[in-house]
């Protein structure tokens, strides 16, 4: 069907997906924009009108030159070829015409009705009801220019165009057309412009002889114009005669492109008529159609396939009118043909598909089943039925469950069953015999075959299920049956129903040079030739057989040796004592002397023919019939009147109005009826059982005899359900994508836009007909140059995708960010078709990260001052520090009062704690502000470690903790900067006394050797203090940090000094490491260069 949304035609398809009980699982929808086609057919349509008219126009003054009877022909072929309500000439005041105005209408219009003063104009149309129409426009005064006016009358809109009719000084009036059918455009005014151009100069000619030289050369211009405008078209226009062998009288050259034929041979019947084009089955159809159409003055179209000249078949759309004489008589038809193959292509592939899925899966008469790991995921119809369940009862539950605990050789079915699918998923194609048994109990006999598929990254088993418990069962009555045959002289073979050979007689051996042995178990193909492997052979022959009916016919045969010859065979099957078949019987007489011909009856064989033509085409429908010529059916095959509750006793001997009532059978009555007089018919119709419709599609031929009567008819149907159901699926797939706030865009591989959505015409500020149909470097020439664009085009088709972000102006020249991913799309042959865009506005987004950026900025300028006021008011500090730590040191020498002495004591631990804390601030400012400068001096390392040591046991003397101070050697002399040394030293030691309550403090030095052959001295302070978590040794590096912040805080500090230590450590190109034991004690291992210039030396290296 064909739907509207918006200003967007779709071509709409649905069809049902079945599950295993029949019931619809889902609805697949196919919805094709046709929006694009449409308006190119109509466009073309419209400009061959307007072509036509201005050709009928200048044939018709070529030969004219009475002025009135020019104006007059004028305005009829105007409104003859156009969809004009009104077609007017005004003529102006001092022209020597008859009348001021000529004038064509659909509606009752009277000279009386018709109002103009020269400056403005009324139009009264009179409808049937007697009612007045009036429309009002201004005509143009002095000037040469085109006027459009829009009127609403009853909410319909109303145009009248307006165009002076000048050449030269000369002014002849104007050309007045009115519509309510067409949008005006500028091509539309550009062709009614050039209509009354003529017009004007085949008047002005008329009064001025003069002219009429320059007149043939303006005219012979456009023709040629019009000649090429022709020549550009995708399809072909023709004119042609009205009779049955459409004789040509005009063809455009493209007509060569499409049928292989020069526009010459086929104009006037030269080499071939038109009508030897149309294929035969549609010849007839079309005469008839055409003639209808035209006696009702109507537009023709339909789709009908051709024949070539290199005998290709093609498909073609056809659109035309008639023309007319004064009384009403087709002189000829004219229109435009376009070749529509690639899309019926597209169409029998989607067909194609369907039959493959359907006869693979639903019309099998064995059980298929679909497999995850052990278990039953999905199954057909026939599984259902062998099993004797619902899919409740199996879908979800393994094989093992359907089958009885034992296998006949003895080995559990559940171990068997498992090791037989694990064989499968690594790849092995299994076949074998297994019992099984129904959901009731009853066991049975098949056999089964397991394949691996694939489905994206995931692997199931394909089961295919065969119920041979017949087989088996009649396999002994064959053999009972077969001790007959021994002694007779003919090749007398028997085989099961699956055409394996289970008995051949001597005679057989002696002709085909098999043994028994050699050839049981094989199928019956094996003694086949090639010139006899025919599907239609095999086809026809069990046909008959399935019908009780002895099938005889000559094929060629080979023996063991591959000698070729041909027999007379003659199959039948064989019953059993019920009445079911059981296998077939085959006697084959050697031919080799004496060819036996036989003759089938006429009528048989043009039957014959018939289906078999009906069963090739069989291959992608769903049924074939026949009917006789009183609408009864009298063959059937197919299963699909079985999915819809119908046998061939409900069929067979009935009309379609007795099979499905008068309401759904009418139609296809009123079909074999045309079908009976000899037209082939091709039509669609639906069917509602219960809440669920139902779509098919019909095709339908008559049956000839031999001498060309119409015997019956021939049909073949086909359940196109599915493919609507997925149009619906697409058109719901399409208003998602409108529906995103994400801009999509698809491009072609060059670069050419094919679809925007909704959301990038918002964010862009464009309409998708200002893009669409343009390269993107058409739209952004700056941004994506050819050069830019095709390196994106490689990058995405290497890596799979790709994200950019750029700065654009929207089309309102706003300045925005976009990210545009891109994605690619590739064919079945890996090749890339499309990419696909999304793109975002991101401007918001890259204005919060300035934003941020601003911030970060600032607050990095307000550190710098923190930290210059930090180092100032730190020299602050410590000069009158020293001046208290003098004093203190002072009065505990000069005086010995107990009391003085415990307070000068106390002065001056407290002055040395933040003397200590304002150290550290100056050499923590000093880092942050990049004024720490290496001071390289020559100095005894054991010495001043040694001297630290003791300087802060004295201070932690109250603790009476154990110190090992050890260095070997005793002395090491090193040249680097001792100021950090020091302090490196002060705050790993100071720390040790500090969070050590009792126990010892050990510390080490000694020589090390680096990867550079370079000397180091590795420090190394061990202490049995409180330890430091797993968790939280890389914290204890952070400023202003300590491990008993988060306790009690019973240790003092800043948290400095270990972060100075590392910060020290790291600039004297040196390395620290620390093991520590919650509660057990800590080990700082240092590493520092003995001589700092030859790290540097070495690190530069």
């Not at 000048?166 to 050039?194: C, R």
């Not at 959301?759 to 464009?766: A, C, N």
């Not at 003791?950 to 201070?955: A, L, M, P, V």
Request: hydrophobic share 35%; proline share 2%; aromatic share 12%.
């Amino acid at each position: 069907m064909i739907t509207k949304v918006g200003d967007e035609i779709f071509k709409l398809n649905c069809t049902p997906v079945y599950n295993g009980t029949n019931e619809i699982r889902y609805i697949v929808h196919i919805a094709k924009n046709e929006t694009e086609s449409y308006k190119r057919e109509r466009k073309l349509l419209h400009t061959n009108s307007l072509l036509k008219a201005i050709r009928n126009f200048n044939q018709f003054i070529f030969v004219e030159k009475e002025p009135n009877r020019i104006l007059d022909e004028a305005c009829q072929i105007l409104y003859q070829t156009q969809n004009y309500i009104f077609v007017g000439l005004l003529t102006a005041k001092d022209t020597p015409f008859e009348k001021d105005v000529y004038y064509y209408s659909k509606y009752n219009i009277e000279l009386k009705n018709f109002e103009n003063n020269q400056i403005e104009i009324y139009l009264h149309f009179k409808e049937k009801a007697g009612e007045q129409i009036k429309i009002y426009a201004k005509l143009p005064q002095f000037e040469r220019k085109v006027e459009i006016h829009e009127e609403i009358y009853e909410n319909e809109k109303f145009i009248i165009i307006l165009i002076p009719i000048f050449y030269k000084k000369l002014n002849f009036g104007h050309l007045v057309v009115s519509s309510t059918q067409f949008q005006v455009d500028e091509e539309e005014i550009a062709f009614l412009q050039e209509f009354a151009d003529d017009l004007a100069l085949a008047l002005y000619s008329i009064f001025s002889e003069q002219e009429k030289e320059k007149l043939e050369e303006t005219v012979r211009e456009r023709e040629r114009f019009y000649y090429t405008l022709l020549s550009n078209l995708p399809g072909f226009v023709y004119r042609c005669r009205n009779d049955r062998y459409w004789t040509m009288e005009y063809l455009s050259d493209n007509f060569y492109k499409i049928t292989g034929y020069r526009p010459e041979e086929v104009i006037g019947n030269k080499v071939l008529s038109f009508n030897d084009l149309i294929h035969k089955d549609h010849q007839e159809r079309l005469w008839v159609k055409w003639q209808i159409l035209l006696r009702k003055r109507q537009v023709f179209e339909d789709e009908y396939p051709i024949v070539t000249k290199s005998g290709e078949i093609r498909w073609v759309y056809e659109q035309g009118c008639g023309v007319y004489d004064e009384n009403g008589n087709v002189v000829a038809l004219e229109g435009y043909i376009t070749d529509i193959t690639p899309r019926k292509k597209l169409e029998e592939q989607i067909i194609e598909s369907e039959r493959k899925y359907r006869a693979l899966f639903e019309e099998s008469a064995d059980g298929i089943f679909l497999m995850s790991a052990d278990t039953f995921i999905d199954c057909n119809l026939s599984a259902l039925k062998m099993f004797r369940c619902e899919r409740k009862d199996i879908i979800g539950k393994p094989p093992y469950e359907f089958s009885p605990p034992f296998q006949p050789d003895g080995q559990p079915s559940k171990k068997k069953a498992i090791e037989l699918i694990n064989r499968a998923y690594k790849g092995e194609t299994i076949r074998f015999e297994w019992l099984h048994k129904t959901l009731d109990g009853v066991e049975f006999e098949c056999e089964v075959s397991l394949n691996k598929i694939s489905y994206g990254k995931k692997s199931y088993i394909l089961a295919i299920v065969r119920d041979i418990s017949e087989q088996k069962k009649s396999y002994y009555e064959i053999l009972k049956f077969a001790k007959t045959l021994d002694s007779i002289g003919e090749a007398v073979s028997i085989t099961d129903l699956s055409n394996k050979f289970i008995y051949v007689n001597k005679a057989f051996e002696n002709l085909y040079g098999y043994t028994s042995e050699e050839i049981l178990g094989k199928n019956f193909l094996v003694i086949r030739a090639q010139e006899s492997l025919n599907p239609e052979i095999e086809k026809s022959m069990f046909e008959a057989l399935s019908k009780n009916q002895v099938w005889r016919g000559e094929l060629w045969n080979k023996d063991k040796n591959g000698r070729k010859f041909k027999v007379h065979l003659t199959a039948n099957i064989i019953l059993d004592d019920n009445g079911k078949p059981i296998g077939y019987v085959g006697v084959a007489i050697d031919l080799t002397e004496k060819i036996k011909m036989q003759k089938a009856l006429e009528e048989s064989e043009e039957r014959y023919r018939t289906l078999v033509s009906s069963m090739l085409v069989s291959s992608i429908y769903d049924i074939v019939y026949t009917l006789d010529t009183q609408h009864r059916h009298n063959w059937i095959f197919g299963k699909w009147a079985q999915n819809y509750g119908l046998t061939e006793e409900t069929i067979l001997g009935k009309t379609a109005i007795e099979i499905l009532g008068e309401e759904d059978g009418k139609i296809h009555i009123e079909m074999q009826e045309r079908c009976l007089k000899g037209e082939s018919i091709v039509y669609e119709w639906s069917r509602t059982l219960g809440k669920d419709t139902f779509y098919f599609q019909t095709h339908i031929s008559p049956i000839r005899n031999s001498k060309g009567e119409i015997i019956g008819i021939a049909g073949i149907g086909r359940d196109i359900t599915k493919l609507k159901k997925l149009e619906l699926e697409l058109v719901k797939f399409y208003q998602i994508v409108e529906q995103t706030p994400t801009g999509v865009f698809i491009l072609e591989p060059d670069g050419l836009i094919t679809f925007v959505n909704r959301s990038l015409e918002k964010i862009l500020d464009v309409n998708r007909n200002e893009v669409v149909n343009h390269k993107i470097s058409e739209i952004h020439s700056k941004i994506f140059p050819e050069n830019y664009f095709k390196e994106l085009i490689n990058k995405v088709e290497k890596e799979g995708a790709e994200s950019i972000e750029l700065n654009i102006k929207t089309k309102k020249s706003n300045e925005i960010w976009v990210k545009i991913h891109f994605s690619p799309i590739f064919n079945d042959n890996g090749q890339l078709v499309n990419l696909v865009g999304l793109l975002n506005d991101i401007t918001k987004e890259k204005e919060y990260i300035a934003e941020l950026q601003r911030a970060k900025e600032k607050a990095e300028e307000l550190s710098a001052l923190k930290t210059y006021l930090l180092i100032n008011f730190s020299h602050e500090f410590r000069t009158p520090l020293n001046g208290i730590l003098g004093w203190s040191q002072v009065l505990k020498e000069e005086r010995n009062e107990p009391e003085i002495q415990e307070i000068a004591n106390y002065i001056f631990q407290s002055g040395t704690k933040l003397l200590e804390t304002v150290n550290y601030i100056i050499d923590y400012s000093r880092i942050e502000t990049g004024f720490l400068k290496i001071q390289a001096s020559v100095f005894d390392i054991v010495d001043t470690v040694r001297e630290i040591t003791n300087s802060i046991k004295e201070q932690f003397k109250d603790k009476n903790l154990l110190v090992k101070f050890d260095s070997e050697p005793d002395s090491i002399i090193v040249e680097t900067d001792e100021y950090m040394v020091r302090a490196i030293v002060h705050a790993i030691v100071h720390n040790a006394f500090k969070f050590t309550r009792q126990g010892e403090i050990n510390i080490i030095l000694q020589k090390k050797i680096d990867e550079n052959n370079l000397e180091q001295v590795e420090i190394v302070v061990s202490d049995t203090g409180i330890g430091i978590p797993e968790d939280q040794i890389d914290l204890i590096w952070t400023d202003f940090y300590q491990i008993s912040q988060g306790l009690s805080r019973e240790f003092e500090g800043q948290g400095l000094g270990l972060s100075i230590a590392k910060k020290f450590i790291e600039k004297l190109n040196g390395k620290i490491f620390v093991k520590s034991e919650l509660g057990k004690g800590s080990t700082f291992t240092i590493l520092i260069p003995a001589n700092h210039f030859n790290s540097i030396n070495a690190t530069d290296n």
